[in-house]
């Protein structure tokens, strides 16, 4: 793959999903590069797809959530019963962010 290629990859990839021709100054190459032409189909077959997706709505679990990410390892990994104490704990945190800086304010003298 070209340089020219890495460079209108992008642009050939926003043209397919908007169904719009490659900006001008790339239009030259990508109308005789069978690879852009190859990624502009390829791009516009899926954008296509989704589109039809688009069309059919599922809704998700309410705790999609934390089912993630409590099946997560490592330090993304939020255990289900710590959804209370968290939300708890940062409005605490928060209050008391708000009241230093209400009391950090500068006075005017009145």
Sequence with gaps: MSVVCELAAPFVANS????V???????AHTNGCLKCQ???AAMSKTARELVALADEHTKAPVDL????M???EGDLAVPR???TPMAVSAAVVSM?????IWRLRPRTAA
């Design 65 to 68: 959530e934390w089912r993630v």
């Design 21 to 27: 021709n490659v900006v001008r100054p790339l239009r």
């Design 81 to 83: 019963s710590w959804r």
């Design 70 to 72: 409590a099946a997560l």
């Design 38 to 40: 190859a990624r502009h």
């Design 96 to 100: 008391a962010a708000a009241v230093i």
């Design 16 to 19: 397919a999903v908007d169904g």
